[in-house]
């Protein structure tokens, strides 16, 4: 069995920092972009992120990446 570490934070958590962080220490980020986020982000992990979240629309990408299920941690 593959296991993973995933990180879930809300909207504070969104910054390149953060992404790039995380992927250095493998851990993957499950972190809601705002609605207006760019694509030109330096960041490739952060960038990568903002656009399944843009492709998958926002009900798709909670239910995909069980983003509601951070609050009963």
Same mark, same amino acid.
């Given at each position: 069995? =593959?296991?993973?570490?995933? #990180?879930?934070?809300?909207?504070? #958590?969104? +910054? +390149? ?6 992927? *250095?220490?493998?851990?993957?980020? =499950?972190?809601? @972009?705002? *609605?207006? +986020?760019?694509?030109?982000?330096? +960041?490739? @992990? ?13 009900? $798709? ?8 299920? $951070?609050?009963? =941690?």
């Amino acid at each position: 069995m =593959v296991e993973y570490l995933r #990180f879930m934070g809300d909207g504070a #958590f969104d +910054s +390149s920092q953060v992404y790039e962080l995380l992927e *250095r220490k493998g851990i993957e980020a =499950v972190i809601k @972009p705002p *609605r207006n +986020s760019r694509l030109d982000t330096p +960041s490739e @992990p952060r960038r990568r992120a903002v656009t399944m979240h843009k492709r998958l629309g926002d009900k $798709r990408w909670t239910k995909m990446k069980g983003y509601g299920k $951070r609050w009963s =941690v």
